[in-house]
């Protein structure tokens, strides 16, 4: 597709369920980048991927959130055991490469997690 | 660490009026970049201008432009002739330039910004 897809565009579940959040980056784009948007918050930045590698997992806010990337194409980010805080708008966002950097990132338009 | 901070959480501005969105930053490092994104309520983060940080020249995008003061640590954003369409959320986003650190963004916490008929 032309721009990053993003699905489910909104997914709500209950307490103590796994959900997995899809994202198909910009063809050709070697890396991919996972953030999180509390309500009214900025961008936390959660993961990367340089192909299907993802070398720094540090920012995953526990051991509940795993991501994985397939193909060097689409990613799944899975959260076990939704938590009510984990509710939020995660976005994902390619670049053609990591580096050399230009800050160039292309957004999907997110999924809104609600974690009733 | 980089640390990037927005002022201001809500701001409104008559439609073709101008409005200055405030950003400031901490870094110890001397080249990187700095970014302003726009989110609609359609989610989807935008790309509004980009300015180097070795480059004294402010960038200029249409009816949008910085005022980058490097010594200061300050990055605004300056939106000439507001239109309703710029109603959104507006980041700054600051990305360190490093070979290693590659094209993640450090974001701050973002300004509403209404723009009102």
């Known amino acids: 597709g032309a721009g990053v897809s993003q699905s489910p565009s909104n997914k709500v579940t209950e307490k103590g369920k796994d959900v997995e959040l899809r994202c198909d980056p910009i063809?050709?784009?070697?890396?991919l980048y996972w953030y999180r948007q509390s309500l009214g918050q900025g961008l936390e930045f959660l993961i990367y991927?340089?192909?299907?590698?993802?070398?720094?997992k540090s920012g995953l806010p526990s051991d509940r959130f795993s991501a994985e990337r397939t193909g060097g194409s689409v990613s799944t980010l899975t959260i076990q055991r939704t938590q009510q805080e984990d509710s939020a708008v995660y976005l994902c966002?390619?670049?053609?490469?990591?580096?050399?950097?230009?800050?160039?990132?292309?957004f999907g338009n997110g999924t809104r997690l609600t974690v009733t | 660490a980089q640390t990037v901070t927005q002022s201001q959480p809500e701001m409104s501005v008559q439609e073709a009026e101008t409005v200055t969105l405030s950003c400031t930053y901490d870094?110890?490092?001397?080249?990187?970049?700095l970014f302003w994104y726009k989110q609609p309520p359609s989610r989807q983060m935008i790309l509004v201008i980009r300015?180097?940080?070795?480059?004294?020249q402010n960038a200029t995008e249409n009816r949008f432009s910085v005022n980058f003061q490097k010594a200061a640590k300050s990055f605004s954003l300056k939106i000439s002739d507001s239109q309703l369409g710029d109603t959104a959320m507006y980041f700054c986003?600051?990305?360190?330039?490093?070979?290693?650190?590659?094209?993640?963004?450090?974001f701050g916490g973002g300004t509403r910004l209404m723009v009102k008929p």
């Open positions: 966002a390619s670049s053609l490469v990591f580096s050399p950097p230009s800050g160039t990132l292309h």
């Open positions: 063809s050709g784009h070697t890396a």
């Open positions: 991927f340089q192909g299907n590698s993802a070398p720094d």
């Open positions: 870094t110890s490092e001397s080249n990187y970049y």
């Open positions: 300015q180097e940080a070795y480059k004294q």
């Open positions: 986003a600051f990305n360190e330039g490093e070979y290693n650190a590659g094209n993640m963004l450090t």
